[in-house]
């Protein structure tokens, strides 16, 4: 049932590269993204206000990234909430509003009640869901599915990376039909999007690098993410994943806010784990990282090829390959999933069930 690995976890990281062709090819036609939602017209799509992502942990982290894509594609209003959040803070939603609820198992308590709150207030629900038939997929006014297949182990991880694939579809749909993205350059990031299964193999063969360099870290007993854009919302994810499979208290920061507080956390031999993939802002994270090496951080870096990395800024480099910066975070989830995966491995630990956390949570 493993397909030969030894964990759910490492098979279905590896099942990535089939999720995104059968989530992404289906939606797209003449070069196009193609939602597939009769109801969600061009028409209807230039009317949206604001777009509400919410869903809980990785779910809500596929969010971040999300609203980072509407924002930078669709210059559309885009806000993520925490769903036990958003359920109780009586959310200012207006009609022309979309709200879009994310849930690999489509059974969540808390992420099924914000829907339902959201659908009482008349705001349209769109929910991009894995199981089929789930009290989320039944409850939303249009679903979108993504096609993952079973996700087994407690970790969330191909699902993530497909919900991730719906959303930079949404978002360029929502570009194309405002008319912020022309027909060519919608098309130019279609064909990248479809392209990530390709993208991301590379990385899925670099994993006996992964795994060394998680043999370098393996006693860390707590470690700091960082990252700006995209790549802190990745760095929410890559922190999330670690600690809760290998039990190594783990926290992720925007990479400018380090110095308002955590940066007295940071001593001799703290991992910081930097993201730096973004043009944009790569000057500036690399800043904070050397920030943090000055005080005695081993930085670990994620950077693409060809970036100058200064020298005595990082302790290790990884290198990804180049690849359009918004659709980076496609490339860059999968060596911080198996980078939790090896930790969790080489600390002995149940890697597929760990303790206290169950699969699908049903209850608040
Ligand atoms: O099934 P859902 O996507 O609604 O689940 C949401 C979270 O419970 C889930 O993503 C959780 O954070 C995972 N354990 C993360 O790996």
């Known amino acids: 049932e493993k397909g030969g690995y030894p964990h759910f976890m490492l098979k279905e990281i590896n099942e990535e590269p089939a999720a995104i062709t059968a989530t992404v090819s289906p939606r797209v036609e003449n070069s196009l993204p193609e939602l597939r939602i009769p109801e969600l017209t061009d028409e209807k799509l230039r009317s949206i206000g604001t777009v509400h992502l919410v869903g809980c942990g990785t779910a809500m982290h596929a969010g971040m990234v999300g609203k980072t894509a509407i924002e930078a594609l669709a ?79 407690v970790a969330s991880t191909k699902a993530y990376m497909v919900q991730l694939c719906v959303l930079y579809l949404f978002a360029l749909r929502l570009a194309y039909a405002r008319g912020q993205l022309t027909e060519e350059k919608t098309k130019y990031y279609t064909a990248q999007l479809l392209h990530a299964s390709e993208v991301i193999k590379p990385r899925l063969a670099d994993c006996e690098q992964i795994k060394y360099l998680a043999s370098r870290y393996v006693n860390t007993q707590s470690c700091f993410f960082i990252g700006r854009g995209f790549d802190y919302a990745l760095s929410l994810e890559g922190s999330l994943k670690l600690k809760e499979i290998s039990y190594v208290h783990s926290d992720a920061y925007a990479a400018g806010e380090l110095k308002h507080g955590t940066i007295s956390l940071i001593t001799d031999g703290v991992p910081v784990i930097a993201l730096a993939t973004q043009k944009n802002v790569y000057e500036k994270t690399i800043s904070n990282a050397k920030e943090t090496r000055s005080r005695g951080a081993r930085v670990l870096l994620f950077t693409t090829k060809d970036a100058e990395v200064p020298e005595g800024v990082a302790t290790e480099v990884i290198r990804l390959d180049e690849y359009d910066d918004i659709l980076m975070p496609l490339q860059l989830i999968v060596p911080l999933q198996l980078f939790a995966y090896y930790m969790a491995v080489l600390r002995g630990c149940d890697v597929d069930k760990p303790r206290n956390l169950a699969k699908s949570v049903t209850v608040e």
């Open 75 to 153: 210059r559309v209003p885009a806000e993520v909430d925490i769903a036990s959040e958003f359920r109780y803070r009586d959310p200012i939603l207006k009609p022309e509003d979309l709200v879009i609820i994310i849930s690999q198992s489509g059974e969540t308590s808390d992420t099924l009640a914000a829907l339902k709150l959201a659908k009482s207030r008349g705001v349209p629900v769109l929910a991009i869901v894995n199981v089929v038939g789930s009290s989320i997929a039944r409850a939303a006014d249009y679903v979108m599915y993504t096609y993952a297949g079973p996700e087994i182990a």
